[in-house]
C-alpha cells in the first residue's frame, strides 16, 4: 500500500463527522442489529419468508436512517455513506474482489456446481440493495458503534473478529456461507475502520453473493425468493 494511500485512510479514520453519540444510543443500535439477525432464523429460514422479511428489514432500517439523519445531516457520512472516497475504497477492496471471483469459479468447477443462468442478471441489479443494508448493520453499526463505545475500548482486532463472527452464524447453516461470510467480514471490518463507505462495501458484497450463489452454492435465489411471488 503506497505512503499516500496509507495517509489518506489514515486521515478518515480519524476524522469525526457527526456530533457525539452516546453509549446508550450504540449499544441499542447494537442490539437492533442482533434481534435483526435473529429475526433472519425466524422469518428466512423456519417460516421460509426471505423475501418479506428483508423487505420488511431494509423499510424498518430506512425509517432509523431517516430518523437519525433528521435530528444529525452528519450522520450518513460518519456511517459511511458518502461518495468523496468512493474511488479509493473501491480501489482498495478490487484486488480481494478479483480473487474471491476466480475462487468462487475454481471451487464450482471443482464440485460441478457452476450453474450461470440469465436469472444471475437480476441479481446482480437487486441483491446489491440488500448488501448495503447488510453492510450498514453489520460492519457500519456493529463494528463502527464498537470502535467508538466510551466506556468500553476494544482493539480493531477483536472489533473486526467479532463482527465477522457474528456475520458469519447469521448465516447459519451453510457451512460454506459461513465460511465466505466470515473471510468477507474479516476483510471488509479492516478496511472500514480505516476508511468509511458502505456503498462500495454493499455494492460488491452484492455481486460477489449473487456470483457465490450461482457458482459454489449451485442455488438460484431469483427461482427460489422471487418467480414464486410471480
Do not use: C
Request: hydrophobic share 55%; net charge positive.
Amino acid at each position: 500500500m503506497s505512503n499516500k494511500l496509507t495517509k489518506y485512510l489514515t486521515d478518515f479514520s480519524s476524522f469525526k463527522l457527526t456530533r457525539p453519540i452516546s453509549d446508550k444510543v450504540r449499544l441499542l443500535e447494537i442490539i437492533g442489529v442482533v434481534l435483526t439477525g435473529i429475526g433472519k432464523f425466524v422469518f428466512m429460514d423456519y417460516l421460509n419468508w426471505r423475501l418479506p422479511f428483508v423487505v420488511f428489514a431494509i423499510i424498518i432500517w430506512s425509517f432509523y436512517v431517516f430518523y437519525r439523519y433528521k435530528k444529525d445531516r452528519n450522520v450518513l457520512k460518519d456511517w459511511g455513506f458518502r461518495r468523496d472516497n468512493f474511488k479509493i475504497v473501491f480501489r482498495l477492496i478490487l484486488p480481494f474482489s478479483v480473487l474471491s471471483i476466480v475462487s468462487f469459479f475454481m471451487i464450482g468447477y471443482i464440485q460441478g456446481t457452476i450453474n450461470m443462468t440469465w436469472h444471475i442478471i437480476p441479481l446482480l441489479i437487486t441483491y446489491p440493495i440488500w448488501g448495503i443494508v447488510q453492510q450498514f448493520l453489520t460492519i457500519g453499526l456493529l463494528a463502527g458503534n464498537l470502535k467508538d463505545l466510551k466506556r468500553v475500548k476494544l482493539k480493531n482486532s477483536i472489533i473486526i473478529l467479532l463482527t465477522a463472527v457474528f456475520f458469519s452464524l447469521v448465516h447459519f447453516p451453510s457451512l460454506w456461507l459461513m465460511s465466505g461470510t466470515f473471510i468477507l467480514a474479516l476483510f471488509y471490518g479492516y478496511v472500514y475502520l480505516k476508511a468509511k463507505n458502505i456503498y462500495v462495501l454493499g455494492l460488491l458484497h452484492g455481486w460477489l453473493g449473487a456470483l457465490f450463489y450461482y457458482t459454489v452454492l449451485n442455488q438460484d435465489p431469483f427461482l427460489d425468493i422471487f418467480l414464486k411471488y410471480i
